[in-house]
């Protein structure tokens, strides 16, 4: 089911890119502003005027910067993708060792009350 609340956006600054836009919009001074003014009973449910929408602060660099920056950005989230799977890997096999150790101490805890018991 879609949101009534969506709008549709059209870029009226000339050389603004598409993904520069979308990086700006959320993060930064223009994320900042448009939290602060949107509004909304539930944070589920906040709601953003196009008025508001269009007066969101968002600086436009030239092209080949702009570019640049969402390349660097694409780059980086990449690599922290690639390090959470990394690290939960790795806590996947601490956990998978700490249950194995656990595990061994008590077979040899029983085996040794077993032996005293004998």
């Known amino acids: 089911m879609l949101s ?14 598409p993904a520069w836009v979308a990086m700006c919009i959320n993060c930064g ?3 900042d502003f448009l939290r602060e003014k949107q509004t909304g009973m539930d944070a589920a449910q906040m709601n953003i005027s196009q008025q508001r929408l269009s007066m969101a602060p968002i ?15 694409d780059e980086l989230m990449a ?16 956990q ?3 249950a194995a150790a656990v595990h061994h101490l008590d ?11 004998a």
Do not use: M
């Not at 690599?79 to 601490?94: G, P, S, Y």
């Not at 077979?107 to 018991?117: C, M, Q, V």
């Open 59 to 73: 600086l436009v660099p030239a092209a080949a910067e702009q570019h640049r920056i969402v390349a660097k950005i």
């Open 4 to 17: 009534d609340k969506i709008i549709r956006a059209k870029l009226v600054q000339p050389g603004a890119s």
């Open 29 to 31: 001074p223009a994320a």
């Open 107 to 117: 077979t040899d805890g029983d085996a040794a009350r077993d032996a005293s018991a």
């Open 79 to 94: 690599l922290i993708d690639r390090l959470e799977q990394h690290l939960t890997k790795q806590f996947e096999a601490h």
């Open 96 to 98: 998978a060792f700490a």
